[in-house]
């Protein structure tokens, strides 16, 4: 209440011609407190679309590949440009993701480490169901390497597939899935951060899974509910949690 939004939002017009690694950096810091604030509020698709507008240029100058010998920096921007664009439904970022995911599953094509997280995310956000089940079945095949898993993890957390998201939760309740319990406490909260539907998803998962939950372990009930409160910015949404 000191300063109206629209200064820092007349300010942030200008950063469609900005291609340089700070000022992006400094803007989605803002953007990651703002996004789950406005989600589901009735100015959110306007915020969206504030965003894929200013963010458009820079995407499309760095793209989704890694470069060799390129600036460090601009390998940090692309992350930015890939999780903001794809978050906010840039249709060509979520097109070049998902190709991109789909090559690498196809043929094989390697994914850098420091992009795959980005790219399993934003891949899987309107991926097919085949694809999905892909990387499912890489999760329940890949043994030893922790950062792979929990990258394969929160990359099947941003499914905007209610179903797929269903799934995706039970597999932490299923007996026969080899997870420590740090990794099924992960696939039942790290959908929480994707957005106003993926937390609808997790309730109705909570009503129809309750017993299954708890008897799993005393702890995952209490860190979904704690996940899904800390993410909560509408009055219906709040409604419905409570």
């Known amino acids: 209440n000191r300063v109206d939004f629209s200064v ?49 240029p820079l995407f499309n100058h760095l793209g989704v590949q890694w470069i060799a ?11 930015i440009a890939m999780n903001l664009a794809c978050r906010h439904q840039l249709p060509e970022c979520l097109a070049r993701t998902t190709a991109e995911l789909t090559a690498n599953v196809n043929e094989g094509r390697r994914i850098e480490p420091e992009y795959r997280a980005s790219i399993y995310c934003n ?21 030893g390497d922790q950062g792979e898993r929990n990258n394969l993890i929160d990359g099947m957390s941003c499914t905007q597939n209610s179903d797929l998201l269903s799934m995706f939760l039970n597999i932490a309740i299923t007996p026969g899935f080899v997870f420590t319990n740090a990794e099924r406490t992960r696939i039942l909260t790290s959908p929480a951060t994707q957005g106003e539907p ?12 309750f017993n299954a939950i708890n008897a799993e372990g005393p702890t995952f009930l209490p860190s979904m509910l704690n996940s899904i409160s800390n993410n909560i910015a509408s009055e219906e949404l709040y409604a419905r949690y409570m």
């Open 69 to 79: 010998n390129e600036p460090r920096l601009d390998r940090f921007s692309r992350t």
């Open 123 to 143: 891949g899987l956000r309107n991926g097919s169901t085949l694809l999905f089940l892909s990387i499912h079945n890489r999760l329940l095949r890949t043994e």
């Open 8 to 56: 820092i939002f007349n300010l942030m017009n200008y950063m469609w011609q900005e291609l340089d690694y700070v000022p992006w950096m400094s803007a989605n810091r803002a953007f990651t407190f703002l996004t789950p604030r406005l989600s589901g509020s009735a100015i959110f698709p306007y915020y969206q679309e504030y965003i894929r507008r200013i963010v458009a």
């Open 198 to 209: 993926s937390l609808y998803t997790m309730i109705e998962f909570i009503e129809t899974k």
